[in-house]
């Protein structure tokens, strides 16, 4: 057990008996009443993003979480395969465990596979991936990054918006926690 006055962005906790991460914590103390926690925690199961508030000081569990580093093989169907890169054990995921993170997978992606008391739960992208811009509206002689913006099809179908020099053929580095353009690679 600890203390909500505890909480980290990317601790793994559990609430009444559902599997949640920290997205983001803010401790409130009012002028007038007890202190308390206001969180931002997402469902690890469902994928659901809820909002909890907790009182100063208030005790939850924490969640042992085993993270397995795997190389993202190819999709079958539905179906995404993942290989162990140690034991070269095969696992595969269900297209609605990882919705989201599709976005950003490419084949032979290096990532952690998140899993609690050896139920599988999903992946944890990186802070950022390197995707390759596949469509997108020529770049204009003269533009520069302070001008304008446009949006651009990426190689595994993520749409963001870009600078105008960016043309396709370019390497973006994408940050995968709100899916946007960071700058080229």
Known sequence: MISVNDFKTGLTIVVDGVLYRVLDFQHVKPGKGA?????????????????????????????????KKMQYLYASGDQHIFMDTDSYEQLELNENQIEYEL?????????????YQGETLGVELPKSVELEVIETEPGIKGDTSGGGSKTAKLETGLVVTVPLFINVGDKLIINTDEGSYVSRA
Do not use: P
Not at 46 to 63: I, P
Not at 103 to 115: A, H, S, T, Y
């Open 35 to 67: 202190a308390f926690v206001r969180s931002k925690l997402r469902n690890l199961r469902n994928g659901s993003v809820n909002e909890k508030t907790f009182r100063a000081g208030e005790k939850v569990e924490k969640a042992q979480i085993d993270n």
């Open 103 to 115: 976005k950003f997978l490419r084949e032979n992606m290096e990532l952690q596979v998140i899993q």
